[in-house]
């Protein structure tokens, strides 16, 4: 199991001082996610990018639950949480970088899988799926 660190409220610049940005691959209601590098070692990442501006008390604390419970997510099937700041009016959530695009959008492209390849990943879905309810997640 990872090792388990605190939620850091950063200093200004301490998030630029540890990852360069680069272009978007996806965005949400009040996110967007960008690809980036961890500047030590030279890692892909992707950050999670949130505008906090505007937010209500308790949609900031369900951004921290978020970081919480993927701070608590060992599964080779889950991504991997690496980081969290807090500077301004934004919140950067840091995790390993999934090359590959949506799930949905492969499937989707694919068109047509045998047997064997659904089988392989439906249960791959499913014991993802299977190690969250075990510790009472549950992922919409």
Do not use: W
Request: hydrophobic share 35%; charged share 30%.
């Amino acid at each position: 199991m990872r090792e388990q660190k605190p939620i850091q409220v950063a200093h200004k610049s301490m998030f630029l001082s540890q990852y360069n940005i680069g272009d978007k691959i996806g965005f949400g209601g009040n996110s967007v996610v960008r690809c980036g590098v961890r500047k030590v070692g030279n890692h892909p990442v992707a950050i999670k990018v949130m505008n906090r501006r505007g937010l209500k008390p308790h949609q900031i604390k369900s951004v921290r639950n978020e970081v919480e419970i993927l701070k608590s997510l060992d599964h080779s099937n889950i991504v991997k949480f690496l980081d969290f700041f807090e500077e301004g009016d934004f919140s950067y959530l840091v995790t390993e970088h999934i090359s590959g695009g949506e799930l949905y959008d492969r499937i989707v492209a694919k068109s047509f899988y045998d047997e064997t390849q659904a089988k392989v990943l439906f249960e791959t879905l499913l014991k993802a799926v299977k190690y969250l309810h075990d510790r009472k997640i549950v992922h919409r």
